[in-house]
């Protein structure tokens, strides 16, 4: 299994964050991946689009993008002065790399003939506000307040089947398309993400996950585990990994918890 742990001050409050990747109890491939940047403000989970033949390489290749661009747009003074200063294009980063990312698994993709995309959930923290940004069926939620909020919604067939009413929500985790992707990075030549700028601030946990988590664990139970751990981010992931196996492991599992305070 992959983690990362750590405790960083950024944009004048303390992050305390865990990454946590685990392959699930059936599949033999681990397609998840996630990107941690504390000094940047930037944490994403990236999950290859599931039974296509290179989607571990396809998330891969999205997260060093990622990972480039902010690396290669200064170090961590300027980062920070810049997110404070211009916070609108430490964000637009972001979707400059996912669009990067896109062409470039799009073209490995058409010259090797390998079917590769992958998903995105990504968050970039600037003082008070949080970019969200999201391709596909990654989420992303906040636990604020004693109440978990998702900040995305789905890019997948069930989501657009329950908005247009045709499903009900008792249908939606049980629907056989319930993996069916609508949106992915590589899987055409232009991708549109979602974005959505919202409030953040002491005492607020923000999670993101891949479907293996979330398919596996309930809103419900994932409110009640983070009530329980609060601040305790490394406790949180664990106990959700765990969580999901013991519910049947049927997908690679992937996670990221910051905790500001």
């Known amino acids: 299994m992959k983690k990362q742990q750590g405790v960083m001050t950024f944009g004048g409050m303390?992050?305390?964050?865990?990454?946590?990747?685990?392959?699930?109890?059936?599949?033999?491939?681990?397609?998840?991946?996630?990107?941690?940047?504390?000094e940047?403000?930037?944490?994403?989970?990236?999950?290859?689009?599931?039974?296509?033949?290179?989607?571990?390489?396809a998330s891969k290749m999205l997260l060093t993008v990622i990972k480039k661009k902010y690396v290669n747009s200064g170090g961590m003074l300027w980062s920070k002065l810049q997110a404070f200063i211009f916070p609108h294009e430490r964000r637009v980063l972001l979707e400059k790399a996912i669009q990067s990312a896109n062409l470039k698994i799009y073209a490995q993709k058409e010259d090797g003939g390998k079917n590769m995309a992958t998903t995105l959930a990504a968050v970039y923290l600037s003082g008070k506000k949080a970019h969200v940004v999201h391709v596909g069926d990654c989420r992303v939620y906040v636990f604020r307040n004693d109440t978990l909020s998702q900040l995305t919604r789905d890019h997948s067939l069930v989501a657009e089947l329950y908005l247009k009413g045709a499903i009900s929500y008792a249908q939606v985790n049980d629907h056989p398309y319930r993996h069916v992707v609508t949106r992915a990075v590589g899987a055409k030549p232009y991708v549109t993400p979602s974005s959505r700028l919202v409030d953040i601030g002491r005492g607020d946990t923000v999670l993101i996950c891949s479907d293996g988590l979330t398919n596996m664990v309930s809103d419900l139970e994932l409110m009640e585990q983070m009530r329980e751990y609060r601040d305790d981010v490394e406790g949180l992931g664990k106990v959700l990994i765990d969580q999901a196996n013991k519910a049947g492991g049927r997908?690679?599992?992937?996670?990221?918890?910051v905790h500001l305070s």
């Open 40 to 57: 940047h403000g930037v944490f994403c989970v990236a999950d290859g689009v599931g039974g296509l033949e290179a989607g571990d390489v």
């Open 14 to 38: 303390v992050l305390n964050y865990a990454g946590y990747s685990d392959v699930g109890k059936v599949r033999e491939c681990n397609e998840d991946d996630f990107l941690i940047l504390p």
């Open 251 to 257: 997908d690679n599992i992937t996670l990221v918890a």
